[in-house]
């Protein structure tokens, strides 16, 4: 649970079927949750869940040959760094919402800012990957991690210049946060 406004009303913020507050807040934003609830306006929602603790081969299989074939490149050709963050810094947090900044901007897409995303690394809920080249951010995803669950609430990729080289390898690197780092 993320309390995201302390004061009068006092709002909070809950994922995936998390425990209903208790007494003391006012407002509870429910997100993602399976089940009704009671007296709750909402609103559907779909969404693929894929079980991350099959084994790797498992998940590859379940992928289109395409996506496969652009992941074992992106591994084996593009000299890629991933770099997963599980509890990122604030100043990991600025850098996504700086580079989030740039992309936003070219798709016309509201910035994230620091009022979603430090409620969410305060309560242990946050994790941002980001793919390099020769030092150089590609791509950065956030995420939402609650309850065993995880959910992708960002996707940021760099595509200065009209290079179809350039283009490829960050669609690359892209898919490649789409699957789990090998061991």
């Known amino acids: 649970m993320i309390i995201l406004k302390p004061s009068w009303p006092r709002i909070a ?27 709750a306006v909402t609103t559907p929602f779909h969404s693929l869940e894929i079980d991350l603790l099959l084994p790797e081969s498992d998940l590859l299989k379940a992928m289109d040959a ?16 991933v770099e997963v963050l599980q509890q990122p ?8 919402m700086r580079f989030y900044e740039v992309f936003a901007a070219e798709k016309k897409l509201k910035a994230v800012t620091p009022a979603l995303l430090n409620p969410l690394a305060a309560a242990g809920m946050l994790s941002l990957t980001r793919v390099q080249s020769a030092g150089e951010t590609l791509v950065w995803h956030s995420y939402v991690i609650a309850q065993g669950r995880a959910r992708l609430l960002h996707s940021a990729s760099l595509f200065r210049g ?11 690197a892209n898919r490649l ?5 090998r061991q």
């Not at 913020?13 to 007296?39: C, H, M, T, Y």
């Not at 395409?66 to 760094?81: C, F, G, P, V």
């Not at 810094?89 to 996504?96: I, P, Q, V």
């Not at 009209?162 to 690359?172: E, I, T």
């Open 13 to 39: 913020e809950l994922w995936f079927d998390e425990p209903l507050p208790p007494k003391g807040v006012d407002v509870a934003i429910l997100r993602q949750f399976s089940r009704q609830v009671p007296n």
């Open 162 to 172: 009209g290079d179809n080289a350039m283009r490829n390898l960050v669609g690359r």
């Open 89 to 96: 810094s604030a100043a990991h947090r600025d850098e996504f």
């Open 177 to 181: 946060l789409h699957c789990p780092p």
């Open 66 to 81: 395409d996506t496969r074939y652009e992941i074992r490149r992106a591994e084996s050709k593009d000299q890629l760094d």
